[in-house]
């Protein structure tokens, strides 16, 4: 079965900084979504990737995913107290985007020190 | 409404009691699905509807869960005789359909504590 792996399981940066979260699978993306949570709420989406070297970027938030399609990043530049949170990335197991169960990773919890 | 609508927000019972999650998803959205986020760890599909077509159950851990759906509206997710490790947080999403490349939007939760 497929797993997602996330890198890393948590963040502290400080407001200004840019940072990087990783997701990993140990299989073939053939979608990957990239979600925001906070504590007490559900997820906001945020981006989706569906094609090997594709790049998407909102506002300051940067999501690619690799050639491959095994990898996916997602990169904040000049973080502010209000990208705290946990981003949870998700896939597709099936080709074709069944968009039926997904599987998620733990999340990355990240906190940005004002 | 304009978001996918949970009920309650929280839900605090005792071991052995049945519990019952409300889901009321976005408007004109055909699929629904349920997933658990359990403290510390990642969401675990459940189950999810898809307009008439009979429902994925292939997430549910037992046979205490079981979940249902009228139509393309409201859900509820049934959950009997509770038990500790019952406790989590439960999401429902929903999205326009399934294989249609379009993301699913969650709701807010429900928190179950069991006693």
């Not at chain 2, 996918?4 to 071991?15: A, D, F, L, M, Y």
């Not at chain 2, 675990?44 to 037992?62: H, M, T, V």
């Not at chain 2, 439960?90 to 807010?108: E, I, K, M, T, W």
């Amino acid at each position: 079965s497929q797993e997602l792996e996330q890198s890393p399981q948590s963040l502290i940066v400080q407001e200004g900084k840019n940072l990087t979260i990783n997701c990993t699978s140990s299989k073939t993306l053939y979608g990957l979504y990239w979600y925001k949570q906070k504590y007490g709420e559900g997820l906001i989406f945020l981006m989706m990737l569906q094609k090997g070297g594709e790049e998407k970027s909102h506002e300051k938030i940067t999501a690619k995913l690799d050639e491959k399609k095994q990898q996916s990043s997602l990169h904040i530049t000049a973080s502010q107290p209000s990208h705290a949170g946990i981003y949870l990335c998700g896939a597709d197991p099936y080709y074709g985007g069944s968009q039926g169960n997904l599987i998620f990773g733990k999340g990355t919890k990240l906190s940005v020190k004002p | 409404g304009a978001g996918v609508s949970q009920s309650p927000s929280n839900k605090v019972t005792e071991k052995g009691k049945d519990v019952e999650l409300r889901c009321d998803p976005i408007s004109g959205h055909t699929a629904l699905y349920w997933y658990r986020q359990r403290l510390g760890q990642g969401l675990e599909f459940l189950i999810y509807f898809q307009g008439n077509s009979a429902p994925d159950k292939s997430g549910l851990p037992s046979d205490r869960f079981s979940a249902e759906r009228t139509g393309e509206s409201v859900s509820t997710l049934t959950i009997q005789r509770t038990q500790q490790e019952d406790s989590a947080v439960y999401l429902c999403a929903s999205s326009y359909r399934v294989y249609s490349n379009q993301p699913q939007h969650f709701g807010d939760g429900t928190r179950l504590s069991i006693l």
